[in-house]
């Protein structure tokens, strides 16, 4: 008789089918016989970023719905470091719902003494702030740096790492992060270069929820 495998929805909140594509590929290597299977969705009534506060709010219902309609999933992950509509689809379901940011900041934690994050713009840095303070976790953050970036920019921009690279070395040696957070699922494919560019862990977000996602379901085989 065989055993159907559980499964985890990574939802990416936006209409960006590039930033879709690029994380599909990253988390291939989660794919393996007998654990869960990995899927990749976006939002197709998504803005093409989650850049804005209003972004976020626009977003949470539509999400809400997918948690609650997909009784096929068994877990879920939200990969948009904002956390958008965490509370509310949590709400939705009985299964385990992930967020990037609190799953990558715990990650992050467990790995180093301070945290660095990279955001994609100066005005992520207060709404990513708030979920810091809402965690209780400002005692080990060490500073959000901005590269200057857009969500269409960290999939495919020609410039991307150098980027990723200026504000690494600023969190490392000016603020004195001993591990960096990729405030952006969009630039999950940069993560393997830039640690070893600056010689401290750096944080996948989206790997981090759902290597906790797959703990959750396989913990209750």
């Keep these: 008789m065989q055993i159907e495998r559980p499964q985890i929805l990574v939802i990416n909140p936006n209409s960006n089918q590039d930033v879709t594509k690029g994380m599909a590929k990253e988390l291939q290597s989660f794919n393996f016989s007998g654990g869960p299977a990995i899927v990749c969705e976006y939002l197709p009534q998504g803005p093409f970023g989650i850049e804005s506060q209003a972004d976020v709010e626009s977003v949470k219902l539509p999400l809400r719905n997918i948690v609650s309609e ?30 990037i940011q609190e799953c990558g900041v715990l990650t992050a934690m467990a790995q180093g003494d301070r945290f660095g994050v990279i955001a994609l713009q100066e005005s992520s840095i207060r709404r990513h702030l708030l979920y810091l303070r809402q965690m209780g976790v400002t005692g080990r953050f060490a500073k959000e740096r901005a590269a200057n970036l857009s969500v269409e920019e960290c999939a495919t921009g020609i410039k991307t790492f150098e980027k990723l690279c200026t504000v690494s070395h600023q969190l490392r040696d000016e603020d004195q992060a001993d591990t960096i957070i990729l405030g952006c699922a969009g630039m999950t494919s ?32």
Excluded at 74 to 96: H, W
Excluded at 211 to 216: I, V
């Design 70 to 99: 997909r009784k096929d999933i068994d877990a879920f992950v939200i990969a948009c470091y904002s956390d958008p509509g965490l509370q509310v689809c949590r709400e939705a379901t009985v299964r385990p719902v992930f967020g």
């Design 190 to 221: 940069h993560r393997s270069r830039l640690e070893s560019k600056i010689g401290i862990p750096v944080i996948d977000p989206v790997k981090a929820a759902l290597s906790m996602a797959m703990h959750t379901l396989i913990s209750k085989i």
